[in-house]
């Protein structure tokens, strides 16, 4: 996955000689391991800034909402899942960017390595032929890459871009997995277990917004956490304050996630995010027959209707 | 003492359900006194917020009830309304909500014996779960 940078690279660099595009939204390396940054190169000369390795997992489709001009931006799949989510909701058009599409092979969650090494103190880390080496104060280790991915990663079935104006390398194989196993385990449970569980996993919950602000599409000018009279969600980290504001905010993700794990990575507290919006994603995908960020052309599912949707809950 | 009796929160579209309310208070039928009707102008302008405010502000059940799909008086809030009940009904059970709690039905203006009939159904359903207390906020609430 490293010989990506090169090409990203090269194709930016054209790109901005060649005037096609403003600017460029990438990667460039973070200051300490496993934490690379997003950038905005507008001249050639910055390219070399661009890098490529597995700690890309920000969605940079989050920078996209209302910008305009030319805008060249590198996307992996769940990433340009979410450009064609933003384009169908009219926030950017397509024909404003220039998408350099990534295959990925997943990216890597920096929690599972600091619980694996018990630190969070790493001083490097580097990979090669399905291997991970983690090294710092104390330890030097190599790890399995398939055991350090990120966990929407481990069931993604997106990983080649959708759309693109140019990919960097081949695509990859896609995986063929059950993406849905754990929330059929809380489904099977009783209300009462289930209120537990999840009483339980948000009790941690500071109510930071950070799920919010790392999600490409929490773009609203004011959010229904903001308002006020009438205030629809307290602002306190009360149990049901927190937990109205979980739901609300995992039911406008409905038929629009594309689970990039954009919250659950922006957590500072570990809550699983995803168990909400994948339970959302998968009816959606039962009652409905949609994918979110799939197709163009589409419209998102709760912007349509047929005559005959299921209505068996209905009197 | 007396028999605990539950709070039901009823909105209903202001084109069928609601009239039907009305024809069935005025048709004399029996019916249960327990639930408020909030009138809406269509089961397609509701809200998850709405049914989420009900349960924290202390409604034992929600009950939302508009037009038959094909009768919508905006032509198609109805069908918009029903993919958004759907899935906010499973959410709501997913994540622990009793389902007994969470009640949406179509019936027309015309259809008084219907909404006397569904009224009842409803609130013995609440009436076997019991006092709602999951969402209900402990703290001082700051307005």
């Not at chain 2, 993919?83 to 179509?106: C, D, M, Q, T």
Request: include cysteine.
């Amino acid at each position: 996955m490293f010989d990506y940078t090169e090409k990203i690279r090269e194709i930016a660099r054209r790109l901005l000689q060649e005037k096609k595009v403003d600017g460029i939204i990438g990667f460039k390396k973070g200051t300490i391991p496993m934490m690379n940054q997003p950038v905005f190169i507008t001249s050639p000369d910055r390219v070399e800034l661009l890098h490529w390795d597995s700690w890309c997992g920000v969605n940079l489709a989050n920078y996209l909402p209302k910008r305009e001009g030319r805008i060249g931006i590198v996307a992996k799949g769940c990433d340009t899942r979410s450009i064609v989510v933003l384009s169908q909701e009219n926030q950017v058009q397509r024909d404003q960017l220039y998408i350099i599409g990534v295959p990925c092979r997943g990216m890597l969650d920096r929690r599972k390595v600091w619980e694996v090494v018990g630190s969070t103190d790493v001083k490097g880390i580097e990979e090669g032929n399905g291997k991970v080496r983690v090294w710092g104060n104390g330890f030097d280790l190599k790890l399995e890459r398939s055991e350090l991915l990120q966990n929407n990663c481990v069931i993604c079935v997106h990983r080649n871009p959708v759309v693109f104006d140019e990919l960097v390398a081949d695509e990859v194989e896609e995986q063929s997995v059950d993406r849905y196993g754990d929330i059929r385990n809380i489904e099977a449970m009783s209300s009462d277990e289930k209120w537990n569980l999840f009483q339980e996993i948000f009790s941690r919950c500071i109510r930071c917004y950070a799920c919010r602000n790392a999600c490409p599409f929490c773009y609203c000018p004011q959010c229904f956490v903001d308002e006020s009279r009438p205030q629809w969600v307290g602002k306190t980290i009360d149990r049901t304050d927190t937990l109205t504001f979980h739901l609300l905010r995992a039911f406008h993700m409905a038929g629009r996630c594309t689970d990039c794990g954009a919250c659950e990575r922006a957590c500072p507290v570990g809550i699983p995010v995803r168990l909400l919006t994948k339970k959302l994603e998968k009816d959606v995908k039962e009652l409905y027959g949609y994918e979110a960020g799939v197709q163009l052309d589409e419209r998102p599912p709760l912007d349509t209707y047929k005559p005959d949707d299921p209505e068996d809950f209905i009197k | 003492m007396a028999e605990w009796e539950p709070k039901i929160l009823a909105f209903l579209c202001n084109w069928c359900s609601y009239g039907a309310a009305d024809l069935a208070g005025v048709s004399r039928l029996k019916q249960p006194p327990n639930i408020r009707i909030i009138r809406i102008p269509c089961s397609g302008r509701m809200n998850p917020k709405f049914i989420l405010q009900a349960l924290r502000k202390g409604a034992d059940g929600v009950w939302v009830s508009g037009c038959h799909p094909g009768d919508c008086h905006y032509i198609e809030g109805n069908y918009y309304a029903r993919r958004k009940f759907a899935l906010f009904k499973n959410l709501l059970e997913y994540v622990g909500i009793e389902p007994e709690r969470l009640h949406f039905s179509w019936i027309s203006s015309a259809e008084a014996t219907k909404f006397a009939a569904v009224a009842k159904d409803v609130v013995e359903s609440v009436k076997k779960v019991g006092p709602s207390s999951r969402l209900i906020k402990r703290e001082a609430e700051v307005e």
